[in-house]
DNA sequence: CGTTCGGTTGATTCCGTTCAACGCGAGTGG
DNA sequence: CCACTCGCGTTGAACGGAATCAACCGAACG
């Protein structure tokens, strides 16, 4: 990565919080709505927020599932392009635009952590792009399950559980499906034993498994 | 757009200028590949290249297509993450990255240039994962002109001449679909009079009724 | 004139959508 | 406490669209 090693440092850390406030949304929660006017970045601080694109003719699509550390809110033209939704109890800090650009033509270093973190979007978008585009379903559902896995906070290494904090509908609009095609396949893939579904919101899986099936 | 009237001064237009060496590729050449050391970051002064990847099983997914003006060459973990083709004959800046680095210390300003390609990146994947989602390779295809259309270079605005610069093969592994389907899909195109074939790479295309195809 | 490569077309198969019904737990009010 | 509703997840049957495998076409090239 170009810039993987890199820290604010004490000032830059304090400059920015200066100009951040801390809020906090509960689940299900709206945090911004698409193309309304862009008057804020935000980063997670704990929770999980889905950013949802609604199209002309109706259907929806996620662009992302975002987990705490990341960033979101750019805005193309000044507005939004995607609505903000809290899938859970969700703190955020909340930095206004005006202030964020005064302060980077101070301190332009700080825009080495924003050209990070676009770094770091950019590439799950990639991998979203690999996912939403393989043609068998159960390839698509287990490498969702993969990426969730990822995720530190809702994945148990030790005993392989995974919590998932949105329901069936976010994921088939995640990955382009129908959402009895999400439950059909979860089933398949219980069927196959790579996972083992222990309520609607967590199941154990089996990573290295899985990771072999996409494989093939 | 956060960063959207930035421009580097003249100082700094000759100092990046400096580190930069101009370079050119005939058609269907290879850049780089996949995993390999990420050395260069490269800005296209002409022509047009695509970022492909190739999957563990075998299939290739296209992530863009580049024109001019554009950025390419960014790394995970030190390595390209895709491999990057020409589509025909490119002129190149090519960009060392650790005279990137040192520049970057000295006039962080410069990252400016850098976060607003990659935010210009990002929208494009995001319209690409729109793209690919689509449950109808109609709309699929449909879109992908447009975007297509959307290049100056490589499209007429008033004789509404498209002239695409990759193969069928491409547009597939870029749309996650077979190519077989590409070519009877623009037949359906053309049946349903959006467009008009007067060779394999050149189109006239109605933009017009697309949008509104696409929008039902 | 034969070869090759990219593009097109055809027939069949299969996978995911659609529309519909059903199950189940949580919350609510009588 | 039970009946009812509501949201969410699951299951079933029929349909339709894209993949696959195969053949074919035409232009470019040696």
């Known amino acids: 990565m170009m810039f993987g090693d890199f820290r604010l440092d004490a000032q830059e850390r304090e400059a920015l919080n200066a100009i951040s406030s801390k809020i906090h949304k509960p689940a299900k929660c709206r945090i911004y709505a698409q193309d ?13 927020v ?4 609604q199209r002309e003719d109706g259907r929806n699509q ?11 809110g ?6 939004y392009r995607a609505s903000a939704v809290t899938l859970i109890d969700t703190y955020l800090f909340q930095i ?19 050209l990070q ?22 390839k698509r559902l287990a490498g969702f399950l993969l990426e969730c896995s990822k995720q530190a906070d809702f994945f148990d ?12 509908k976010d994921i088939a609009d995640y990955l382009g499906i129908a959402l009895e095609t999400t439950s059909r396949t979860l089933k ?15 199941m154990q899986i089996n990573t290295e498994q899985i990771r072999i099936m996409i494989s093939q």
């Open 157 to 168: 290494r030790r005993s392989h559980i995974l919590t998932l904090a949105m329901d069936r």
């Open 36 to 48: 309304e006017p862009a008057r804020y970045l935000y980063i997670i601080r704990s929770g999980a």
């Open 62 to 72: 996620i662009f992302a599932f975002l987990w705490a550390d990341n960033m979101f």
């Open 96 to 114: 206004p635009y005006p202030a964020l650009r005064t302060l980077i033509e101070f301190r332009p270093r700080i825009q080495t952590l924003f």
């Open 117 to 138: 973190h676009a770094l770091k979007y950019t590439r799950a978008t990639e991998r979203h792009v690999l996912l939403a585009t393989y043609p068998l379903v159960t």
């Open 74 to 79: 750019t805005a193309e033209n000044g507005l």
């Open 50 to 53: 889905r950013l949802e694109y």
């Open 188 to 202: 398949v893939l219980e069927d196959m034993d790579l996972i083992k579904r222990l309520s609607s919101q967590r």
